[in-house]
């Protein structure tokens, strides 16, 4: 939707009217249009009635907390309160949904916003719109199934009983660009690259995760989707996060998916982690890296470790971007397009 409304015909100085407009922009105004915005309304409803005829509940959780992620790619927005302590608006709603399982909450899901410092773009905002869900007893498989029920009706497109568009994070690998990411070599997976995008710069030559994730993006992820959703999963097991690793040395692999639609990242989602040691000593290994890259120290959330020393049932757990889904349905290009006020509007 342009900016402004498209005003008359008129000329000045030889230019349409809305000149003047398109040069001093009027930025109260949205930028999605009435259609985009009630697309989001029918789909959120559509989203509830899903999960309603499921019987899982819906529950909303604090926005601030005490402490943040501690993954290297993610930047949470610090906040201070009057009395002086330090808060951080959360990147997704994971570790406090995560405290009502283990408090016995049963299946559950949330709709919110979620905040990430530095991420501003075509398809990113530094607030945005979650759909996070979490089903106890089941493993990665099995949500994937759900997922896929779950786009099949707010994408409009009928089930047709085929099975799922799966493919292993290895497998994908050896298809598009022709090497294992579990045992090529580094300096193999540099070179492809800059074979595919040419010079790169400011990677770190050794960060192995770092080199997988370009490759991903750049030459696998365009391909997936086509058509219908793809799941990505069993990636290795450096990349794990939250996930449950199986098997051990090279070849293990983390539980866990990413779900693509037309090319475009869509959900990641998690055979979860209820092991608090473990759990412990990721968080561990994230700060100290962050601390040897020179990034800002944070507290560890002690509350979530809590909860799942107290015990966090067997679940798996998935985040979807509402927003982006909004702008595959709607055939658009740009987050702006199904946001009534992005960052710069804000």
């Not at 949904?97 to 899901?109: E, N, V």
């Not at 996070?132 to 498989?141: F, L, N, Q, S």
């Not at 690259?193 to 010079?199: C, H, L, N, R």
Request: proline share 7%; with cysteine.
């Amino acid at each position: 939707m342009a900016n402004t409304s498209p005003g008359p015909k008129s000329r000045y100085f030889g230019r349409p009217f809305r000149y003047l407009a398109d040069t001093l922009p009027i930025t109260w105004r949205p930028t999605a249009s009435g259609d985009a915005l009630r697309l989001r309304a029918r789909v959120l409803a559509e989203i509830r009635s899903f999960f309603a005829e499921r019987q899982v509940l819906e529950v909303e959780t604090p926005l601030l907390g005490h402490a943040p992620v501690t993954a290297l790619h993610l930047d949470s927005f610090p906040c201070r309160s009057l009395d002086g302590r330090r808060w951080y608006l959360q990147t997704s709603p994971e570790y406090a949904m995560k405290r009502l399982l283990a408090a016995g909450s049963g299946p559950i899901y949330q709709i919110a916003k979620a905040f990430r410092d530095g991420e501003a773009g075509r398809r990113h905002n530094p607030e945005f719109t979650l759909l996070e869900w979490y089903r106890p007893g089941w493993d990665h498989h099995a949500l994937m199934e759900e997922t896929a029920a779950l786009l099949a009706r707010v994408l409009g497109n009928a089930e047709s009983g085929e099975p799922l568009d799966k493919v292993t994070y290895r497998d994908a690998f050896r298809r598009h660009l022709d090497l294992d990411p579990f045992t090529a070599p580094t300096a193999t997976l540099r070179r492809a690259a800059e074979a595919t995008s040419g010079a790169v710069a400011g990677l770190d030559p050794e960060d192995r995760d770092a080199w997988l994730d370009l490759l991903l993006s750049l030459a696998v992820q365009p391909h997936l989707g086509r058509g219908r959703p793809t799941f990505l999963y069993d990636y290795p097991a450096r990349q794990a996060a939250l996930a449950r690793v199986r098997g051990k040395g090279p070849e293990a692999v983390a539980e866990r998916f990413e779900v693509f639609v037309e090319g475009v990242e869509l959900a990641n989602g998690y055979h979860e982690l209820t092991d608090a040691a473990e759990q412990r000593r990721r968080f561990a290994e994230d700060l100290e890296e962050r601390r040897r890259r020179g990034r800002p120290a944070l507290p560890m959330d002690e509350r979530l470790l809590a909860a799942l020393e107290a015990g966090l049932p067997p679940c798996a757990g998935i985040a979807l971007g509402v927003d982006r889904l909004l702008l595959l349905l709607a055939g658009a290009e740009a987050l702006e397009d199904v946001l009534a006020f992005p960052i710069d509007r804000a």
